[in-house]
């Protein structure tokens, strides 16, 4: 029989499978995974440890495996929240200091809410880049969670859900939620080498979430695993069932972008995204390359307008923008907020109008195709010389979101898949691309061409 410590570093799935063999407790389970965030502390990964919690979910959920009488495929794993949710018994800080002393939650937020009813554990709270505004994931207020693909060297772990991406990396738990409004589910996922989905947006009801950009704010899972994403989109909707169909692999078309995509990308991200997609032919899929003129469209409107994400930052923190304590806000954070507040009435309306025409044209290219890219032009960056130079930061900051944050001004659902390292054992990633509500496709492909981009890097 495998240790517990073993059955820990399993999948969501296969840890709950660990529960139903009798091969381990969701007791020993959660007590196994306390002890690992407990010896973590250093690495800046929690902000807050709900053991109590914990410990009473693990009990109930033991007891329903002892009578046979699971609430759900996920009963009794440990799940983590990026602390932009609302979990009972919590303060809510968004990674912020300003907001840090606010009063402790008393309900849970729905997603949250519809996880416990499905069984699952709550372990805590995870970091993030405050007010979840920033593509790398530092953060001066909570210290910035330990990559743990590079012991050696501090790097990225990549923003702005990176507690959760690393949470999952390092093996503290099997799965973490967090937000993606520009990449901030996938770009973690990247940078760790963990699965990240990206949900359509509106399919993870997201009331009551500490927002970024209402437009653009999405839930979604960060896990070991396809399959854990697609049981947990099950259980953060409330659902008992999923549509989920393993996709034909030979009746797929993906549209690989000629433009935009690949510039100035790392050496390995460039070599590890050319392998899978040769993988993805060899297992029957048709490959298109083409040049995707939408995608410097959207550059270039960024570029003339500024983005919408900034003109909604703005409107959800004027107050403490304009207010006497933003020096309590982390100075990056706030100059691309201030940003936001710069755009005039008629950059918002051509940006909101813009959208309105690309989305159409783009899709009139993508057909019945997924849209595939590096998930990120690059691997996860060395701390040191972002904290060193604000420029620095911005450019590189600006880098990692240029790939990801199409997909959300085309509205679409993603999934970021692990497809390599590089020479530094640094992993690389493959962004997969359905237009809005199209999930259910997407995550039956993401099944399979998980499978073969895994077979093809090893």
Known sequence: MSSIEDIADRTAAGIALAYRSGEAGPIDLVECVLDRIARSKGDNIFITVSAARARAEAKKAQGRYEVGAPLSPLDGVPIAWKDLFAVAGTPTTAGSKYFSGG??????????????????????????????????????????????????????????SSGSGAAVAARLVPCAIGSDTGGSVRIPAAFNGVVGYKTSTGRIDATGLVPLARTYDTIGPLARSVEDCILLDMALRGAVTTPVRRGDLAALTVLAPQ????????????????????????????????????????LEMNAKHGTLTAAEAYNEYRDVIDGDKVDMIDRRVTKRIVDGKHMSANDLLSIQRGRQRLIPKFHAQLGAALLVMPTTPITAPEIAPLEASDEVFHRVNIKALRNTMLG????????????????????TSLLVQAGHGADERLLGHALE??????????
Do not use: W
């Not at 993030?128 to 012991?151: C, I, K, Q, V, W």
């Not at 061409?449 to 090893?458: D, L």
């Open 103 to 160: 009063p402790v939650k008393t309900a849970d937020l729905a997603c949250v809410a519809n996880a416990a009813s499905a069984g699952m554990v709550s372990v805590g709270k995870v970091n993030l880049s405050e007010l979840a505004y920033s593509g790398l994931g530092l953060n001066p207020h909570f210290g910035t969670p330990a990559n743990p693909n590079d012991r050696k060297t501090p790097r990225s772990p990549g923003g702005s």
């Open 259 to 298: 433009n935009v995509v690949l510039d100035d990308a790392d050496d390995a991200v460039a070599a590890n995204f050319e392998r899978s997609l040769e993988a993805l032919a060899r297992a029957g899929v048709s490959v298109r390359r083409e040049r995707v003129e939408t995608l410097d469209e959207i």
């Open 408 to 427: 959300n001004i085309l509205d679409l659902c993603g999934v970021a898949l692990p497809n390599g390292r590089d020479a530094d054992g640094l992993p």
């Open 449 to 458: 061409i998980e499978r073969v981009v895994r077979e093809a890097s090893q």
